[in-house]
Nanobody, 117 residues
């Protein structure tokens, strides 16, 4: 079965940086797209950033210029470099992958990011 495992969350002060990682395993099909979503306290889940197998990226307006998404050469690992963090970035961050001919969705367990003021 496909599994996504996130790491890199933690507590950081406003203005600081964190880098999240997500490793996908168990897929016999190509990973077409990987991305990050987040859900803050009392908020709906929202898209943060995505990256396709071809390298095209998409960012939420709230993180443009501060966050950078990337993939490794094998295409099974995605990173989210988060700079200039703000308290409103506090959320559980979830890794997502779209895999195979139907771009089936898979989700990681989430990693907590807390930004203090």
């Amino acid at each position: 079965q496909v599994q996504l495992v996130e790491s890199g969350g933690g507590l950081v002060q406003a203005g600081g940086s964190l880098r999240l990682s997500c490793i996908a395993s168990g897929s016999i099909f190509p990973i077409n797209v990987m991305g990050w979503y987040r859900q803050g306290p009392g908020k709906q889940r929202e898209l943060v950033a995505t990256i396709t197998r071809g390298g095209s990226t998409n960012y939420a307006d709230s993180v443009k210029g501060r966050f950078t998404i990337s993939r490794d050469n094998a295409g099974n690992t995605v990173y989210l470099q988060m700079n200039s963090l703000k308290p409103e970035d506090t959320a559980v961050y979830y890794c997502n992958a779209g895999i195979g001919p139907f771009t089936s969705n898979y989700w990681g367990q989430g990693t907590q990011v807390t930004v203090s003021s």
